[in-house]
């Protein structure tokens, strides 16, 4: 026979606590949450703005190609232009011409299609910029809110503490011990006023005997399996 009524309230105000642990828990991982999911898109932006400059670098060498490519086709035509040119030399001009020309061509599609490529990203970037620092902003209020909702948590649990020891202070030592001793290895209730033969905690069924040991009183007894309190509340024959 183990009296262990007194432990009930005690029990509902560590109940309390762990549940107002939980919401604390819950309000980190969802923060902690937003901010990862800020720092993906910061790093997708990152990656996009590194793709950017890799084409304006390209582009700029497409360009300075195309320099140097239109500056040598105006050289060989002013080469063809002069009239002393042997008809051997000219045709080898002509030839020479024709795939600078193709090359000039080349290039200024490539040209053509980077400007495309550095519309587009700079606009999505853009656009993606805002976004992040709009989160951004938007973090910083609910990392305000979310440090004033924890701390208010926490004067909460301290109130609960504080009725807590005086709680205990009614309670039999070694009643107390082997129920902080099961707070330690167990979660939840660990005190179960039953009105069916089998533990709610660990669910394993009472034996004959263990049933008409609980039934004979209204104190509690230990689970013979799990350990946790039981007292019985059903009916008794
Ligand atoms: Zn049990």
Not at 173 to 180: A, D, G, M, R, V
Request: charged share 35%; glycine share 4%.
């Amino acid at each position: 026979m183990i009296s262990c009524k007194k432990l009930i309230s005690l029990q509902d105000l560590d109940l309390k606590i762990d549940s107002v642990r939980a919401q604390i828990e819950e309000k980190k991982q969802k923060f902690a949450r937003m901010q990862s999911d800020i720092q993906e898109e910061a790093k997708l932006n990152e990656k996009k703005s590194a793709l950017l400059k890799k084409i304006q670098v390209r582009k700029r060498q497409f360009e300075s190609d195309l320099n140097v490519h239109t500056d040598k086709l105006k050289t060989i035509k002013l080469k063809m232009k002069n009239a002393g040119v042997l008809p051997s030399v000219y045709v080898a001009l002509e030839k020479e011409a024709d795939t600078l020309k193709k090359q000039v061509d080349e290039l200024e599609t490539k040209i053509i299609e980077d400007m495309e490529k550095l519309e587009l990203l700079k606009a999505d970037l853009d656009k993606n910029e805002k976004i992040v620092n709009g989160r951004n902003e938007h973090l910083l209020l609910v990392k305000q809110r979310t440090q004033e909702e924890i701390k208010k948590l926490n004067g909460e649990i301290e109130i609960l503490k504080t009725q807590r020891s005086q709680e205990t202070l009614s309670i039999d030592t070694f009643i107390l011990e082997k129920y902080e001793e099961l707070r330690h290895t167990k979660n939840g209730e660990i005190i179960f006023g039953v009105d069916i033969l089998a533990c709610p905690k660990c669910g394993m069924g009472f034996s004959a005997g263990f049933q008409n040991l609980l039934k004979s009183h209204d104190d509690g007894e230990f689970c013979p399996n799990c350990g946790v309190f039981l007292y019985w509340t059903g009916n008794r024959e």
